[in-house]
T-cell receptor, first 116, second 111 residues
Framework: GAGVSQTPSNKVTEKGKYVELRCDPISGHTALYWYRQSLGQGPEFLIYFQGTGAADDSGLPNDRFFAVRPEGSVSTLKIQRTERGDSAVYLC??????????????FGPGTRLTVL | GQNIDQPTEMTATEGAIVQINCTYQTSGFNGLFWYQQHAGEAPTFLSYNVLDGLEEKGRFSSFLSRSKGYSYLLLKELQMKDSASYLCAVRDGTGGFKTIFGAGTRLFVKA
């Protein structure tokens, strides 16, 4: 079956612009996670959704970052007034449940964001 | 605070065995994961430990000691394709399900 998909695969923008990154989780997965990964580092947790609600958004770095998942499936990560430090690979992952048992997270290919 | 430590790089020879260590300090604990990540690709799940002891899955084994905040990933019969980054991750579990990742260990397998 289809895995997690993310669009666009690459995004180049200018400092100060607004961007939206999209994540399509595996069908039937109720949990969805956003991470960002800089070169040579592990994924950094941003936000986690259980269904439509953000169950934990403690990783969002500031109020320029916002994410939604209005119908409990597709999610959009929104970044306002982008800064050069926002440049990273943004990874989305989904899992079948919300933390019980193995709760394996399946990652998408990521969106590489470059802020000039 | 939240902290996960693992070596930055390791080198091993094809056919050999390598052990990648991970120590963690987190607010809560609800499972430890190991992921493999090839350059330019997404992480893929390798193993999960929530109870102390060894979990074996083919050429890969993972060990956990919760009292010591310690885990290791053991890779046997190394192959060139095992050259990748190996990420140790802890699910926090304190009122949420945040997963904290270490910076990863880059493993180079040489012929």
């Amino acid at each position: 079956g289809a895995g997690v998909s993310q669009t666009p695969s690459n995004k180049v923008t200018e400092k100060g612009k607004y961007v939206e990154l999209r994540c399509d989780p595996i069908s039937g997965h109720t949990a969805l996670y956003w991470y960002r990964q800089s070169l040579g580092q592990g994924p950094e947790f941003l936000i986690y959704f259980q269904g439509t609600g953000a169950a934990d958004d403690s990783g969002l770095p500031n109020d320029r970052f916002f994410a939604v998942r209005p119908e409990g499936s597709v999610s959009t990560l929104k970044i306002q007034r982008t800064e050069r430090g926002d440049s990273a690979v943004y990874l989305c992952a989904s899992s079948l449940t919300s933390g019980g048992g193995t709760d394996t997270q399946y990652f998408g290919p990521g969106t590489r964001l470059t802020v000039l | 605070g939240q902290n996960i430590d693992q070596p930055t790089e390791m080198t091993a020879t094809e056919g050999a065995i390598v052990q990648i260590n991970c120590t963690y300090q987190t607010s809560g604990f609800n499972g430890l994961f190991w992921y493999q990540q090839h350059a330019g690709e997404a992480p893929t799940f390798l193993s999960y430990n929530v109870l102390d002891g060894l979990e074996e899955k083919g050429r890969f084994s993972s060990f956990l000691s919760r009292s010591k905040g310690y885990s290791y990933l053991l890779l046997k019969e190394l192959q060139m394709k095992d050259s990748a980054s190996y990420l140790c991750a802890v699910r926090d579990g304190t009122g949420g399900f945040k997963t904290i990742f270490g910076a990863g260990t880059r493993l180079f397998v040489k012929a």
